[in-house]
């Protein structure tokens, strides 16, 4: 492959709705005209996750080592859009023995992936040979769900987004950034729970500090009737939160806590790491704006691959997934969604994206609690959300 075609294959991914959006093709088939070549990768999302696919397929049908012998087609769900999820769908399709279907290749988050684990079972995925895997081993990080049978490729985390013109040492603890916004009323937000991840992950994470490891990795409801201090960990905070006209307020979104902190509302607020810096990256967000990991941490994911065992191109989904390992994959998505790689980046142009390379995966806190996060938000709603 050659880097020096990643401009042009950036500009072509963004390009590429017409082919390849929201269930589209990108192609018709492979090199010889034959729908057998054709692989189909299920992914799903916000939008940003369907534009960096866009490209993504683009550059594996025409700069990959793969090109001319494989032909990509995307299928996307954008998120919170549809009345079955993808696990659902998979599911369904499994129970039904359904055989020679077009999930050749399926992106999965941890919530997904471990939704897929308690529907269906592992043995609904193909068991990963590394033989037909040549880039899986510059890869160390794995999934702390069905790790023989999915290929993490990228990583995501929530971070400590603060504004350094403001803050000139961010708290490193989860006890120094308490102190920190006990000392410094009203200049701390976190999106309501429900609203978006980041909100989620800093709420479920005060609570789940107080509860033994396993419990962050658990569905069992037997965990929340130990989510009491935690709560109250959450009560104690809120009269020190962003406020405005006399009362608390929890940003609804992501972008909400953002927004308030790139206006100067607030100095400090969880979010997404790649978020922030895709966003400062577009000059859409102050360059004053710097992320930093917290210990205990916030939860961050590996996105991973799978391969559905009753998909119809099991070779094409290897290939695609191998693609997914290389250095032209991986920069890609550095630079168009500031994903974190998962690979060494001797080689790829970190230029602007430099705090991305000071995330470690192997620290990354992983939650999946299953359906406890619909409890988890009702008891917020009705203990912290009505404390004005």
């Known amino acids: 492959m050659k880097t020096k075609k990643l401009t042009a294959v950036l500009m072509a991914g963004v390009l590429a709705a017409v082919a390849a959006g929201c269930g589209g093709s990108a192609g018709t088939g492979g090199a010889d005209g034959s729908s057998d070549n054709t692989v189909t990768i299920w992914a799903t999302g916000s939008d940003n996750v369907r534009q960096i696919y866009e490209a993504l397929v683009e550059d ?45 290749l399926v992106d999965l988050s941890g919530d997904d992936l471990s939704k897929i684990v308690s529907l269906i079972g592992e043995e609904a995925l193909v068991k990963l040979d590394d033989a037909k895997l040549p880039n899986a081993g510059r890869v160390a990080a794995q999934s702390t769900v069905a790790a023989d049978y999915v290929q993490p490729y990228r990583g995501t985390t929530v971070i400590l987004a603060y504004d350094s013109e403001k803050v000139a040492n961010p708290p490193k603890t989860m006890d120094e950034l308490t102190e920190w916004i006990k000392a410094n009323p009203g200049r701390f937000a976190y999106n309501a729970p429900g609203t978006g991840g980041a909100g989620d992950s800093f709420a479920r994470t005060s609570v789940y500090n107080y509860l033994p490891d396993e419990a962050i990795t658990s569905d069992d409801p037997k965990w ?34 953002l927004d308030l902190l790139n206006q100067g509302e607030i100095d400090m607020c969880p979010n997404w790491a790649d978020m922030v810096l895709s966003q400062r990256a577009e000059g859409t967000l102050k360059d004053t704006i710097k ?15 799978a391969i559905p065992t009753f998909g119809s191109n099991e070779d094409g989904a290897y290939a695609f997934m191998d693609y997914m390992l290389t250095d032209e994959a991986q920069e890609i998505m550095v630079r168009q969604m500031a994903a974190i790689p998962l690979v060494d980046t001797a080689n790829i142009d970190m230029t602007g994206f430099e705090d991305v390379e000071n995330l470690d995966v192997n620290n990354f806190r992983i939650m999946s609690i299953g359906d406890l996060s619909t409890d988890f938000n009702q ?10």
């Open 291 to 305: 992320i930093a990991q917290i210990d205990p941490a916030f939860t961050g994911s590996l996105q991973s691959l």
């Open 60 to 104: 594996f049908n025409t700069n990959s080592d793969y090109a001319g012998t494989y032909t990509a087609e995307l299928q996307f769900m954008l998120s919170g859009t549809g009345a079955q999820t993808l696990p659902d769908m998979l599911a369904s399709a499994y129970k039904a023995n359904q055989t020679n279907t077009d999930y050749d």
């Open 224 to 257: 929340e009737e130990d989510w009491g201090e935690g709560f109250d960990y959450l009560k104690e905070i809120h009269p020190y939160m962003y406020s405005s006209g006399g009362s608390v307020v929890y940003p609804n979104k992501n972008q909400g806590t």
């Open 379 to 388: 008891r917020w709603d009705s203990e912290i959300a009505t404390l004005n």
